[in-house]
């Protein structure tokens, strides 16, 4: 069952802060974050594992709560740059860590 | 900075047609991983591939797809007789030993016409 991620679209001010959520109805082991542009690639953003371990950009930041397993990705300050739209994966055994992907939020940042 | 390749960018084929997509992962990498993603949907898993074998498929993945890594360096998925319903973005991922990030490659926009 995919995660599922809120809000399915955000628009905001240069500037602004946004959080986005992702929550899952399975016990996870990680949750990735990806961005993705239109016609682009996903680019790695972030991972989240169980027992607190986390990696990913040094302006990016998210928290992983494994008793209600969810996570949620804060932009603050947003730049142009970050629109886009962001997919969290969520991923239940280690080793393999195939990814099911949520249905994305659209981020749109205005100037 | 290393970086998963696919090829071709973009493939054109008339249904029924059998189509090869090509990957190359990163060179140290250990799971490789297809995803499609239908035209503004979201990422969808289709298989992995560890230790030259597939550890994992989804019920996407039928008998008109198969996977292989012929060379030691080349990750393919061939898909044998198109559907109109198989025209996606088709991603190739690649991951290194232990947990950390999957590395997408820029993908193969598949046509079936």
């Known amino acids: 069952q995919q995660p599922v991620q809120s809000p399915q679209a955000v628009i905001l001010r240069e500037g602004e802060d946004a959080v986005i959520n992702c929550s899952s109805s399975k016990a996870l082991y990680s949750v990735h974050w990806y961005r993705q542009k239109h016609g682009e690639a996903p680019v790695f953003l972030m991972i989240?594992?169980?027992?607190?371990e986390q990696k990913g950009h040094e302006k990016i930041s998210a928290s992983f709560n494994e008793k209600k397993q969810q996570s949620s990705l804060y932009l603050t300050a947003s730049q142009l740059s970050y629109s886009g739209t962001y997919f969290c994966g969520t991923a239940i055994n280690r080793g393999n860590e195939k990814l099911t992907f949520g249905t994305g939020t659209r981020l749109t940042i205005i100037p | 900075e290393p970086e998963v390749t696919q090829t071709p960018s973009h493939q054109v084929t008339q249904m029924g047609q059998e189509v090869i997509l090509r990957c190359v992962p990163i060179s140290n990498h250990l799971y490789f991983y297809w995803y499609r993603q239908i035209l503004g949907q979201k990422v969808e898993f289709l298989v992995s591939?560890?230790?030259?074998?597939?550890?994992?498929k989804s019920e996407i993945f039928d008998d008109q797809f198969s996977v292989e890594r012929p060379d030691g360096s080349n990750f393919t998925l061939k898909i044998r007789s198109t559907k109109l319903e198989d025209s996606a973005m088709y991603f190739c991922?690649?991951?290194?030993?232990?947990?950390?990030?999957?590395?997408f490659g820029q993908g193969t926009r598949l046509t079936v016409v």
């Open positions: 591939f560890y230790n030259n074998e597939i550890s994992e």
């Open positions: 991922a690649s991951r290194g030993q232990g947990a950390g990030e999957a590395f």
């Open positions: 989240l594992l169980k027992g607190g």
